[in-house]
């Protein structure tokens, strides 16, 4: 069974198109992540939820758009996507404290605007 | 603002040999924890060890151990008998606060045959 897992895996599509990104976790985690990995390898985080409630909220364009509908799930949604917008997302889950716990990631969803 | 600085883009060693990945970082905290993390070519993310600050004993993890030197603000990964499934990204990452990792630029570690 996947721990975290992500949909889709792959994502093509056109500049300007809005598109969604589905996470979820099974292993009973109470916060969750989404991470940007950019074309030079670089592995930023963009937004944190503990029990549903966004804790972390670094500088992402009003475009990105998080969505935890309960604590096993966290989507993403992207506004008029822009060629920059192009890059590999992770999503990822933990338990409390990241200090204490291990976080787990998904495999990464590879978006490509066109 | 704390930063992670891994200045190896790139390295290769042969099969069996022992290889050091290099990890500078900077933080104002007194106690913190750092990380280790490998991605193959599949993506996934994999915790490889992790080192909290106010432990003077390196961690060491079967073939993977680091080397912390805290006044030096220095976290050096070492990999022995290394093997083809070693090849991969390392990051090397902080803790800021308890919620948010800070993750270096990346060594992409290739393991010849």
């Known amino acids: 069974d996947t721990a975290v897992s992500q949909t889709p895996k792959y994502l093509v599509t056109q500049m300007g198109n809005d598109k969604s990104i589905k996470c979820e976790q099974n292993?009973?985690?109470?916060?969750m992540y989404w991470y940007k990995q950019d074309s030079k390898k670089f592995l930023k985080i963009m937004f944190s939820?503990?029990?549903?409630?966004?804790?972390i909220n670094e500088t992402v364009p009003n475009r990105f758009s998080p969505k935890s509908p309960d604590k096993a799930h966290l989507n993403l949604h992207i506004n008029s996507l822009e060629l920059g917008d192009s890059a590999v997302y992770f999503c990822a889950s933990s338990r409390g404290d990241l200090a204490k716990n291990i976080q787990y990631f998904g495999a990464g969803t590879r978006l490509s605007v066109l | 603002a704390q930063t992670v600085t891994q200045s190896q883009p790139e390295m290769s060693v042969q099969e069996a040999e022992t290889v050091t990945l290099s990890c500078t970082y900077d933080t104002s905290e007194n106690n913190y924890y750092l990380f280790w993390y490998k991605q193959p070519p599949s993506r996934q993310m994999i915790l490889v060890i992790r080192?909290?600050?106010?432990?003077?004993q390196n961690a060491t993890e079967n073939r993977f151990s680091v080397n912390f030197q805290k006044a030096a603000k220095s976290f050096s990964l070492k990999i022995s008998d290394s093997q083809l499934g070693d090849t991969a990204m390392y990051f090397c990452?902080?803790?800021?606060?308890?919620?948010?990792?800070?993750f270096g630029q990346g060594t992409r570690l290739t393991i010849n045959p």
């Open positions: 292993l009973g985690h109470d916060t």
């Open positions: 939820y503990n029990n549903k409630e966004l804790i």
């Open positions: 990452a902080l803790i800021q606060g308890a919620q948010k990792l800070v």
């Open positions: 080192q909290e600050a106010y432990k003077q």
